[in-house]
């Protein structure tokens, strides 16, 4: 089932992967827990908590090339094994990530036996399952028929996460006037 929940955890960005970890921020860099597939959001917890800014790397070097300047961050990066903040915190200060993790593996030896994947859509196991046995099997017709099956599942899972997202009544978007 591995295969089936490594290619699930790059292709899904559904709410019940959504998780939260905090750390102590008292450095340039810390790294992001190891099962993050995607940031969502990166907040200081102070009163109030105060939501910092995601930039490219590249706008990262322009700001430390032109002051690498000490406080608290306002800005920060991700870049490989590591998430950058800018400026660099010059005191202790309680973070917190909101962020897309990757599903986690059902593996008897460890006691998972479930997950919410299986729970509320176990064909995508199966079909993600059967799709893989096609080329062991050395029959093509498998591979295509259960990804078929599997992209279908996919879809829905999809769909399903973006029809929960938005039910009830209408989300109200506030609008700002310029000028």
């Known amino acids: 089932m591995g295969i089936v929940e490594t290619e699930?955890?790059?292709r899904?960005?559904?709410r019940r992967m959504?998780?939260?970890a905090t750390a102590t921020l008292n450095a340039q860099y810390i790294k992001p827990p190891s099962t993050l597939v995607a940031l969502r959001?990166?907040?200081l917890n102070t009163d109030p908590p105060r939501t910092l800014t995601q930039i490219t790397p590249d706008v990262m070097d322009d700001k430390r090339a032109s002051s690498n300047a000490t406080g608290t961050p306002g800005f920060y990066s991700h870049l490989g094994q590591q998430i950058e903040f800018y400026p660099t915190p010059d005191s202790e200060v309680t973070l917190e990530i909101?962020?897309?993790r990757t599903i986690p593996a059902i593996t008897a030896e460890a006691g998972q036996t479930t997950n919410?994947?299986?729970e509320y859509h176990p064909d995508a196991y199966l079909y993600g399952c059967l799709k893989q046995a096609g080329p062991y099997l050395g029959d093509q017709s498998i591979t295509t028929t259960f990804?078929?099956?599997f992209e279908q599942a996919v879809q829905q899972?999809?769909?399903h996460d973006t029809d929960t997202k938005f039910s009830g009544r209408t989300p109200q978007t506030a609008i700002t006037r310029i000028g």
């Open 8 to 10: 699930l955890s790059r």
């Open 18 to 20: 959504i998780s939260r």
């Open 41 to 43: 959001n990166i907040q």
């Open 147 to 149: 990804n078929t099956y």
């Open 116 to 118: 919410w994947l299986i």
């Open 12 to 14: 899904l960005r559904d």
């Open 157 to 159: 899972i999809i769909q």
């Open 98 to 100: 909101a962020y897309y």
